[in-house]
Every structure is written in C-alpha cells, then in structure tokens.
C-alpha cells in the first residue's frame, strides 16, 4: 500500500488545512450576523456544487487517468482558497464572496473525490478495502480533530488571513504527494472499448448500473433519509454549543469530539470491519442515533461533547463497511460512474438539511422552548428553556428517528442480504506485479 499511504497522507494534510479555514470562517460568520440561517449557508455552498457535478466527475474519473483529476481539482480548490485570502488581505471580504468561492472549491473537491475514493482498487488487496476506507475515514477524523483547537490557536496569532494562507499552502503539499506516484491504468468497461460514448450516456450508466441491484439501490435511499437529519445535526451543533458558551469551548468540545472519529478510523482502518460489512452498517447507525439522542438532553459541554465522541466513533466505521461493500460489488472499470452517481444521491439531502435547518431551528423549534413558549412547562422541564434548548428537542427527535429508519431497514431483506445475493464483482486481489511500477523512481 506504500502508493495510496503517501497520496493519502497528502490528502489528509490538505483536510486539515481546510478544516482550519472552514471553522475559522464559520465561527466568524455567525458571531457576525447572529444568524443560524447565514451559518447554514456556509454548508450549503461547501457541499452542493460537488453534488451538482458529481455525476460528470464520475464519468471523467472513469475516462482520464485519475491521478491528473485528483491533481486539477486540488489545484482549483487552492486557488478558491487564495481568493478567500487575497480579498480578506485587501480588506474587501464579505459574506457573500466566502459563498462563492466555497461554491467554486466544492466544485473541485466534486472532480476529485470519484477519483479518490476508486484509487484503493487500483493499489489496494481486495481483502484490504476495509482498511483502506478505514485510512480514508481516519484522514477526515483528523481535520475534525486537530483543526479547531489549531485554528483557535492560529487566529489569535497570526489571524483568520494567516490560517487560510497554511490552507494554501496544505493543497500544495497535497499536489507534491500526488505527482510523486504513478497509478496503474485502469481498465476501461466495454461499453468505452467498442465506442466513444457521450458524457451523458456515461452519466447515466452509473445510475442504470444501481437501479438494476436492489440491494444497493435500497441501501442509498436509507443513507438519502438518514443524511438529511445528519445534515441538520451537522449545521446545528455549532449554534446549540455557542447558545450556552463561547467560541474556545466550542474548539475544545468539536476537537474532543472528533477524537471519536480519529479512534473509529483507527479501529476501521486495522479491524477491516465485521466479516459481515452490512452488520457494521445497522449496528453503528444505531449509536449513531442514541448519540445524537443523548446530544440533545441538555446544555452541557461534557455531555454534549461525549455524545458527539461516539457520533464521530461511529461514522468511520459506517462508512468504511458501506464502501467496502460497494468497492467489492461494483467493477472497478466503472467504479468513478457508479461512485459519483451513489453520492450525489446520498448528499443530495444535505443541501436540503442545510436550506431548513436555520429556519426550522430559528423559527419553529427555538420559540417552543423560550421562556413562556408552547412547550416551557411540558418538555422544557424536563429538557430546559432557553437559547439553544429547541435545537436540542429537535436532536432528541432526530436521535429517535434515525434509531427508527435503521431498525426498519434491517427487516428489508434485499439491504441485510446484499453481500450474499449480489456477486462479486473483484474475485481476486491486485497483483502485485502490477505494484512494481506505481511509485516513481
């Protein structure tokens, strides 16, 4: 694996410099307007436009050597990056031009990650797909992990203009780690071999690809459901926690609770995964939900930071199973039309999340649990009344939701059989003679 550790290792040095710029600029977005909306927008413009594209990207990944994508995309996402920077530099930033270049990075980040996330099976053993992912897994745990409590640090220092310019600089290292290697070329489908197909037709095989197994199909529309009230989690955290306390103590609590992610990813990437990947799926979903049901008691750092620890344990290890079976089932030559395909339907109701989660939290669910409101002298005793108190009703109701759809979807046989009815389509591993010429003399 020496390859995809070192094209890994870059990947995760450029997400910890976006993880830096992303919390220094959504803390200052909020703290500036007071808006759970306007924080809420930051997402939406972080995480559309890669969904947008994501059905191009996939069929460009499965026509271009990949290692040229991966390189493009991080090159556009830097120079997104230094608009941010120059702008702030010249004293001309405002909101909505950290929108728009978000939006242009998202669209980099959406080229990149089909080609990304279809290297393992280009590099890897079969056997080690879980791992791989697990790796994968780890280097998101580390952005989570060690970009708050740096870019707390590094905006008392040198600014937020400072910290995006070591974001810069971190797609620049990213970029050295993938010239570096050479990735063996990858066998194109059959359909490429006899003609040059449109882009659209291409597009549209990798939805034709999953509609035709249920199994998969099935297990996308459960992660489409169980998105969307992650989605409005991942918006909300940050407003419930600054509701009761400040910026720094958000840094600790994020940073603590991406550790969680950080020991998931760990566990993921030396375990492989249960014998049984989909078991691993339902049994974390369920964590997942209690954690975010615990979340939502009450206004606590302590509390609200150990539920948040096993929400973030529990991702990687989701995740990790969940691509390991489709990395298995899938054939590789078709892998970035397929994989684009899944997650721009599995994201496509995190921009949803992101549009309704500030009005749902500033409009409806907040006024039930001010002081006098509908719900003060029911729920609010048991739960508290206040600032931030119906965000965290609405994550007890989504803890129980998520509990709810992941039971139900194991009484669906073609999700909990999906490894025994489908076949696989990777029957053996790599060779490693193939391995010989990846790395560059």
């Not at 400072?162 to 990213?174: P, S």
């Not at 931030?388 to 009484?411: E, K, M, P």
Request: net charge positive; proline share 5%; glycine share 10%.
């Amino acid at each position: 694996m020496p390859s995809f550790i070192l094209i890994w290792f870059g990947q995760v040095i450029s997400l910890i410099g976006s993880g830096l710029t992303g919390f220094a600029l959504g803390v200052w977005v909020y703290q500036t307007t007071g808006s759970a909306t306007q924080f809420s927008l930051i997402y939406l413009f972080t995480e559309l436009p890669a969904i947008l594209v994501a059905p191009l990207a996939g069929a460009i990944a499965d026509r271009w050597d990949r290692r040229w994508v991966m390189i493009l995309g991080d090159i556009g996402s830097g120079l997104g990056t230094a608009a941010i920077a120059l702008l702030l530099w010249l004293g001309k930033l405002e909101i909505w031009q950290i929108y728009l270049a978000m939006a242009f990075s998202s669209t980099c980040k959406g080229f990149q990650l089909p080609a990304y996330y279809a290297t393992p099976t280009l590099l890897v053993d079969k056997e080690h797909f879980g791992r791989a992912n697990g790796m994968i897994q780890l280097g998101k745990a580390a952005g989570h992990l060690f970009s708050p409590i740096l870019a707390g640090i590094l905006v008392a220092i040198i600014q937020v203009r400072g910290v995006i310019l070591i974001d810069f600089a971190t797609f620049g290292f990213a970029l050295l780690t993938l010239l570096a290697v050479r990735l063996p070329p990858h066998q194109k489908s059959s359909e490429q071999n006899r003609s040059q197909s449109s882009l659209w037709v291409e597009i549209s095989y990798g939805w034709n690809y999953i509609l035709a197994r249920p199994g998969l199909l099935m297990m996308l529309i459960f992660f489409v459901v169980t998105n969307f009230t992650i989605g409005l989690v991942q918006v909300l955290t940050t407003p419930m926690v600054l509701s009761f306390t400040n910026a720094q103590v958000l840094g600790r609590v994020l940073s603590l609770a991406a550790s969680g992610w950080l020991f998931g990813g760990i566990l993921m990437s030396t375990w492989g995964g249960p014998k049984r990947r989909v078991y691993g799926v339902f049994a974390f979903e369920l964590i997942l939900g209690a954690s975010i049901f615990v979340g939502g008691l009450r206004p606590s750092p302590v509390l609200i930071t150990a539920a948040a620890f096993m929400f973030f344990f529990s991702v990687p290890i989701i995740t990790g199973s969940s691509n390991a079976i489709w990395q298995v089932k899938v054939a590789p030559e078709v892998q970035g039309r397929v994989f684009a395909m899944r997650g721009a339907i599995a994201w496509s109701s995190f921009p949803l999340a992101y549009i309704v989660a500030g009005p749902l939290a500033d409009y409806i669910f907040q006024p039930l649990l001010v002081q006098g409101g509908l719900l003060a002298d029911s729920i609010g005793k048991l739960i508290g009344v206040g600032e931030g108190r119906g965000i965290g009703l609405l994550f007890i109701l989504i803890g129980i939701f998520i509990i709810f759809a992941t039971i139900v979807a194991y009484q669906y046989p073609r999700i909990r059989l999906v490894e025994d009815e489908l076949p696989d389509a990777i029957a053996h591993s790599t060779s490693t003679a193939d391995s010989k010429n990846v790395v560059k003399p």
